[in-house]
């Protein structure tokens, strides 16, 4: 079945540091893959989507590929700010007759002034 | 454009009570619904998805049961709740099917449940 791999952290970096997350996938056929965000007690907000190989995605500053050949599909930004503490989620939709989601277990990021 | 809502936004709720929770989408049709619980602020758990009205499928035995009334109305309950059952439920949507399955879903604001 479908799986998601992510780092687990947690994550401490200093404002304007960079960021990368690690997250790689296991799916069947080819799946769209997605960077969602939770800030605290608030819902999940889509970050960021990518729906074919070597898409990249992008938005507020963060970015990923979709790599195929690695089955992976990394966060990163180049400066990071405290307003970007959150926990990030991984996720693919493989389509099809799988109308679900596959979540990673997310990453808590907390950036420090 | 399309919305959800869910409510309430926060709940506490004695052991052995009753649970119900709602939910509805707008500005859309047959969309797929879905009820997550995120235990310990972190990883995310699909509690039930629906494709349907009626249709209502089940990805892990519990304390809790869904129903989906109208196109757009998806309904977490139980009849009795647990200690266990405390954690941080949100409801998602998604496209329905044949207008695209590889679609991004759609999260509410949550609603945290405190079993006591």
């Known amino acids: 079945g479908d799986s998601v791999t992510q780092m687990e952290g947690p994550v401490t970096l200093s404002e304007e540091a960079f960021l990368t997350i690690n997250c790689t996938y296991t799916a069947t056929g080819y799946p769209s893959l997605f960077w969602y965000v939770q800030y605290p007690g608030e819902g999940l907000q889509l970050l960021l989507k990518a729906t074919k190989a070597d898409d990249k995605g992008s938005n507020k500053g963060f970015e990923a590929t979709y790599r195929k050949e690695t089955t992976s599909f990394h966060l990163e930004k180049g400066s990071v700010q405290v307003s970007d503490s959150a926990v990030y989620f991984c996720?693919?939709?493989?389509?099809?007759?799988?109308?679900?989601?596959?979540f990673g277990k997310g990453t808590l990021l907390t950036v420090n002034p | 454009s399309q919305t959800i809502h869910q409510w309430p936004a926060t709940l506490v709720q004695p052991v052995g009570s009753p649970l119900s929770l709602e939910c509805t989408v707008e500005?859309?049709?047959?969309?797929?619904l879905y009820w997550y619980r995120q235990a310990a602020g972190r990883g995310l758990q699909l509690l039930f998805y629906s494709v349907g009205i009626g249709q209502i499928s089940s990805e892990v035995p519990q304390n809790l049961s869904a129903s989906r009334p109208q196109d757009r109305q998806f309904i977490l309950s139980s009849k009795k709740l647990l200690l266990s059952d405390s954690g941080f439920y949100l409801c998602?949507?998604?496209?329905?099917?044949?207008?695209?399955?590889?679609?991004?879903?759609?999260f509410g604001q949550g609603t945290r449940l405190t079993v006591v």
């Open positions: 996720a693919l939709s493989s389509g099809g007759s799988n109308y679900k989601l596959t």
């Open positions: 998602a949507w998604s496209e329905g099917p044949g207008q695209g399955a590889k679609t991004e879903a759609f």
């Open positions: 500005g859309t049709s047959n969309p797929n």
